[in-house]
């Protein structure tokens, strides 16, 4: 069935190192791949995607990349800072399947000041 | 856009009742629904897949006797916890879709039973 691999379960770092998360999804036929930051008790927030006909998409300090053929991406952080401290999740969206989204099983991110 | 309000933000309730949770997406319409229960320190769990005016399609191992979904219109998907049993108890998500990457999420719902 559909399954989204994610790891580490738990990343610690110092202020102003990088941080990095991955992530493997089980079908190929996935299409879209987005990350999201969730605080305790609220909603998931979309903090960046990436769809599968690219192969790196970057946002100020968040990037992420997509390898198609090893069915992983990526989430890296650089220059983190305490309030990137959080849950991440990573997910994979099955065109094929109502496009229902299938989420990691999270990372929690602690930022060291 | 995309605003999306979910009812109630908590609930507590009395085993074996029945618990209502709302969900309207406000300024779009949602041709699919998906409902998502996260315990704690855990991550979504996907539940039920909706779509407007059809049944709705259930993960493997979610009773749908059980956690009944109506998605009566384009706005506007219920979910209901019917007799409900503390082991129902869990932080309840909808995500309205917007288009193929459209993906929102109500503001979730914290069910206690007791």
């Known amino acids: 069935g559909e399954n989204v691999e994610q790891h580490p379960s738990t990343l610690s770092v110092q202020e102003g190192d990088s941080a990095v998360i991955k992530c493997t999804y089980s079908?190929?036929?996935?299409?879209?791949f987005p990350w999201y930051k969730q605080e305790l008790g609220k909603r998931p927030q979309l903090i960046i995607d990436?769809?599968?006909?690219?192969g790196e998409k970057k946002d100020q300090r968040i990037a992420v990349t997509l390898n198609k053929t090893a069915k992983h991406f990526s989430l890296h952080i650089t220059e983190t800072q305490p309030e990137d401290s959080a849950v991440y999740f990573c997910?994979?969206?099955?065109?094929?399947?109502?496009?229902?989204?299938?989420f990691g099983q999270g990372t929690e991110l602690s930022v060291k000041p | 856009g995309a605003v999306v309000s979910q009812h109630p933000s908590w609930v507590i309730c009395k085993s074996g009742t029945s618990v209502k949770i709302e969900c309207r997406s406000l300024d779009f319409q949602a041709t699919t629904m998906f409902w998502y229960r996260q315990f704690p320190k855990q991550s979504l769990m996907l539940m039920a897949t909706?779509?407007?005016?059809?049944?709705?399609?259930?993960e493997q191992g979610v009773e749908k006797d059980k956690f009944l979904i109506n998605h009566a219109s384009l706005t506007l998907s219920t979910l209901t916890v019917t007799s409900a049993h503390p082991e129902d108890s869990s932080f309840y998500i909808c995500s309205p879709k917007r288009g193929d990457y459209g993906y929102t999420f109500g503001s979730g719902t914290r069910l206690t039973v007791v």
């Open positions: 997910a994979a969206s099955y065109y094929n399947q109502g496009g229902k989204l299938i």
């Open positions: 079908d190929s036929a996935s299409n879209y």
């Open positions: 990436i769809r599968s006909n690219v």
């Open positions: 909706s779509n407007e005016g059809s049944k709705a399609t259930y």
